[in-house]
């Protein structure tokens, strides 16, 4: 089918607003559309494209406007608007629906007008479309929008009837609450009167409402609370409420009573609401001299625990030590080399036993310092299964579970070797008769953790370490004091009571936790908290020099600063002995003085609680400001974990505990200067 173009009022070719008005067509925010009379569609802007989804090219010249319409639009396009059309030359809003090229159908609001040649003739048409969606919507909306309002009007007028009554039975509700109130309510101005009080003021108080109208409430507070209570009222007069002030308030006979007031300002106005504590009061006071009384006994049956102990525990060292000694002067004196060394090695046995019982002592005290890494749990656990099997003999068997993929944590490692220790000797201490040792690991998440120790615990991941036995159990009583120290059923002489509060302290330092599970008959199972650490990076591992260093050319210097004149010079000495330089200093500030005027110092040894005002770490910092690369062994028999902090010092820093032995000392001198002797 051929068809002619559309012949409308288009501005000629290259009219300057061809351009403009064909932009306008086109993009006209409705339909636009140019039929031939029989509806063959020759003309479309790009609005009818897109609401019908239909291309040009399968529009022009190949559909009539009628093949777009349903069966109903078509009959009535047919039979009527092509009539009407004919007969008045428009038609204006008649509405269609319009099938676009999936299938969907939108409604249209049609307007047309008939063109005609020169002789009269029907020549085209000319149809715009309106979107009438919205249109319907918008009635549709209206339409509820009507029901809606007369609906809401019909409610309100119930509502109304209905907060009348219920504002009726609330004011007697508040009349009878105002009456019978254990109590005090009551309305009173900013400036401090009362306006009105309720029956419970004058039964728990004695003044009445008239007494109270006459005279400001602030009279009542006890001279103490004057100042106190003034600046309570300004706080009110300001709009700020007050919420549980206790206040002391005079009684009509003169004494006074504990009222905890609540009061909210309203504009010029103060709503109170005060209770009687009074006797709350009595029992808390009471309490507390009762829990400040027990306190105090429990440390006074700590103290006679500690003192009897230690004198106990360090007479028998101190004799063991003393005696060797004696014997060896006395030999030495007689010419008697022969047998000296054994004597040395049991004065240094009970040397090392008396250390131990001191760490001990910090630890339970939370005072030790300790050194924490990160710690692979099983391999220390791994590395620790032969040692538990010869410490616990051949009658007791030791088993490990470890997890796989356990997590790392950090914490001292020595200490943690020592629980683990102490923990597998008091398992077999509970089966004489032999039975099993089970260690097991445990990856332990936040929310499992929590569950297991309650939600006191500090957030976060943590690895378990688990000691069971089979042995005798304990009871609940034997629990509750496992962790106080000197605490042993075992028989006199045959253990100090210190290995569990040892580990209860170890954990504390250590942000962790210890638990207990026993019954009687059934075995005990005791679980070690630790914190996860997030790096999961091993410390490097400590590599021992020789205890005397090899030959060099290079002499190292190595300032000792320690208010301890012995120890000092039994340092020194050594240092000197083995091929070092030392320097030695008796505080911070000899030791400053000391590094601020030698030109070479390869390593500075320092106690940390040092006289003078300054202590060891504090001389470190000060040395490292003129020193940056000064390396640093802090020595150190009690130190505060404010001093040394829990987490991990910073490089080329390390500690070492009091007492210890000199090749120790000098294992570790040798490790931290090692590179400076090449």
């Known amino acids: ?11 000629s070719p290259g009219s300057p607003f061809e351009e403009d008005i064909n932009e306008l067509y086109e993009e006209a925010p409705c339909g636009y559309l140019s039929t031939l009379p029989d509806g063959t569609i020759i003309k479309v802007n790009t609005t009818f494209l897109e609401w019908t989804g239909y291309s040009r090219d399968t529009l022009l010249g190949k559909k009539r406007f009628q093949e777009l319409l349903p069966v109903a639009g078509r009959v009535f396009y047919d039979t009527h608007f092509g009539p009407l059309l004919i007969m008045q030359g428009f038609v204006k809003e008649l509405a269609f629906e319009l099938l676009c090229e999936g299938g969907k159908r939108i409604p249209i609001l049609l307007n047309s007008k008939l063109k005609r040649d020169s002789a009269g003739a029907p020549r085209l048409i000319r149809t715009t479309l309106l979107d009438a969606r919205g249109r319907r919507t918008y009635e549709e ?86 100042i106190e209570l003034a600046q309570i009222m300004e706080r009110l007069a300001d709009g700020q409420p007050i919420s549980r002030y206790d206040m002391r308030s005079r009684h009509k006979d003169g004494t006074y009573r504990w009222l905890s007031w609540t009061a909210t300002p309203e504009g010029q106005l103060l709503y109170l609401v005060g209770r009687d504590v009074t006797n709350e009061r009595i029992q808390i ?29 360090f007479n028998n060292l101190l004799a063991g030590i003393m005696g060797n000694l004696d014997l060896m002067r006395l030999r030495i004196s007689l010419n008697q080399t ?90 077999r201490d509970a089966m004489p008769d032999g039975g099993k040792i089970t260690i097991r690991t445990k990856n332990m ?9 309650g939600s006191h615990v500090q957030a976060g991941d943590y690895v378990l370490l688990s000691v069971t036995d089979t042995g005798t159990g304990m009871t609940p009583e034997v629990i509750e004091h496992a962790f106080e120290p000197f605490f042993t059923t075992k028989p006199f002489g045959e ?55 090899r030959a060099t050319d290079k002499q190292l210097t190595v300032l000792v600063v320690d208010d301890e004149p012995a120890l000092r010079d039994l340092l020194t000495d050594m240092l000197e002995h083995l091929g070092y330089a030392p320097l030695a200093a008796s505080n911070a500030q000899e030791g400053m003085a000391a590094i601020e005027s030698t030109p070479q110092i390869d390593l500075l040894v320092t106690d940390i609680g040092l006289p003078g005002g300054m202590n060891g770490r504090q001389l470190a910092n000060a040395a490292r400001q003129f020193r940056p690369d000064l390396k640093v062994l802090f020595i150190t028999g009690y130190a505060e974990q404010s001093v040394i902090g829990k987490e991990a010092l910073p490089p080329n820093m390390e500690v070492l505990v009091k007492p210890f032995a000199m090749d120790a000392f000098f294992n570790t001198v040798n490790r931290m200067t090692g590179d400076l002797h090449k």
Not at 193 to 206: D, K, R, V
Not at 391 to 400: K, R
Not at 445 to 453: D, F, H, I
Request: net charge negative.
């Open 141 to 226: 909306e209206l339409r509820l929008a009507k029901k809606k309002a007369e609906d809401a009007e019909l409610a309100f007028k119930r509502l109304n009837e209905i907060l009348e009554i219920r504002i009726a039975e609330r004011t007697l509700e508040r009349d009878r609450i105002w009456r019978t109130s254990q109590d005090i309510l009551a309305v009173a101005s900013v400036q401090g009167y009362f306006l009105s009080c309720n029956p419970a003021f004058t039964s728990i108080m004695g003044w009445t409402e008239e007494d109270m109208q006459a005279m400001p409430f602030t009279s009542l507070a006890h001279p103490e609370q004057s």
């Open 495 to 549: 253990g100090t009571g210190l290995g569990l509060s040892m580990v209860h302290g170890f954990m504390k330092q250590s942000d962790g936790y210890v638990t207990i599970d026993s019954r009687i008959g059934m075995g005990t199972t005791i679980k070690l908290y630790l914190p996860r650490h997030a790096t999961g990076e091993a410390a490097a591992p400590d590599i021992l020099a020789e205890a005397i260093p």
């Open 338 to 427: 022969a047998h000296l060394g054994q004597h040395l090695d049991a004065a240094m046995s009970s040397t090392r036993r008396a250390a131990a019982l001191t760490h001990r002592l910090l630890a339970f005290a939370r005072r030790q310092t300790l050194v924490p890494k990160p710690v692979d749990v099983t391999l220390l656990v791994q590395s620790m299964q032969e040692l538990i099997r010869r410490t616990v003999g051949p009658n007791i068997a030791v088993e490990a579970h470890v997890e796989p993929a356990l997590w790392w944590t950090l914490c001292d490692q020595h200490q943690l070797e020592n629980a683990l220790l102490n923990l597998s000797i008091n398992a």
């Open 445 to 453: 998440p936040a929310r499992e953790a929590e569950a297991v120790l």
């Open 1 to 11: 089918m051929t068809f002619m173009p559309d012949p409308g009022n288009n501005p």
């Open 285 to 313: 006071e009471a309490l507390r001299q009762t829990e400040e009384a027990l306190r105090q006994a429990q440390k006074m049956e700590a103290i006679g625990q500690l003192t009897g102990g230690i004198a106990h525990d």
